[in-house]
T-cell receptor, first 111, second 113 residues
Framework: DAKTTQPPSMDCAEGRAANLPCNHSTISGNEYVYWYRQIHSQGPQYIIHGLKNNETNEMASLIITEDRKSSTLILPHATLRDTAVYYCIVRVVNTGNQFYFGTGTSLTVIP | DTAVSQTPKYLVTQMGNDKSIKCEQNLGHDTMYWYKQDSKKFLKIMFSYNNKELIINETVPNRFSPKSPDKAHLNLHINSLELGDSAVYFC????????????FGSGTRLTVV
């Protein structure tokens, strides 16, 4: 699976949009981009995933650049409960392939 | 209505002991996993089971053995515990290979003294 690079930490004001970048310049054509988050003392939580097109769900939006070498997770209106470590992962979905969580971005939402 | 539940949440034990961590999911998923989160916050895959068959076994010591009585359960048994086994262990489940995401349990913090 391709390696990802994320900033180690970010702050965001409550109510504002949080934009979390991820670089995956070695991504291959059949690898998906996934985002998870981990709130302190809890298990990782799936947020969103995409292949080429931008995606949106009830939690967030995912913007993938046209060359697919980077992406941005957008939390449109950050709340204090969004304070967590956010992991960007790229992976192929097929039998036998799993993925590894790296160090992620520690997002702190400030009141 | 917990989706993926692990027990116990905390486990403190002495070196050399044998212990088990239980995991159950009620999502109807057909694949279950065990991850180890070390002190640097990396989550590494240890095992996955699909329809009672081991799909992948990363380079973990053979002291660790997954046991799956049915597709809703994947327990982790550890023999002869060592200090380096101290970590948080997460169980997870998914449909197939997890294209639509994994659901994780809340973790088991294992401390070996």
């Amino acid at each position: 699976d391709a390696k990802t690079t994320q900033p180690p930490s970010m702050d965001c004001a409550e109510g504002r949009a949080a934009n979390l970048p991820c670089n995956h310049s070695t991504i291959s054509g059949n690898e998906y981009v996934y985002w998870y988050r981990q709130i302190h003392s809890q298990g990782p939580q799936y947020i969103i995933h995409g292949l080429k097109n931008n995606e949106t769900n009830e939690m967030a939006s995912l913007i993938i650049t046209e060359d697919r070498k980077s992406s941005t997770l957008i939390l449109p209106h950050a709340t204090l409960r969004d304070t967590a470590v956010y992991y960007c992962i790229v992976r192929v979905v097929n039998t036998g392939n799993q993925f590894y969580f790296g160090t992620g971005t520690s997002l702190t939402v400030i009141p | 209505d917990t989706a993926v539940s692990q027990t116990p949440k905390y486990l403190v034990t002495q070196m050399g002991n044998d212990k088990s961590i239980k995991c159950e999911q009620n999502l109807g998923h057909d694949t279950m996993y065990w991850y180890k989160q070390d002190s640097k916050k990396f989550l590494k895959i240890m095992f996955s089971y699909n329809n009672k068959e081991l799909i992948i076994n990363e380079t973990v010591p053979n002291r660790f053995s997954p046991k799956s009585p049915d597709k809703a359960h994947l327990n982790l048994h550890i023999n002869s515990l060592e200090l380096g086994d101290s970590a948080v262990y997460f169980c997870a489940s998914s449909h197939g290979q997890g294209r639509y995401g994994y659901t994780f349990g809340s973790g088991t913090r294992l401390t070996v003294v």
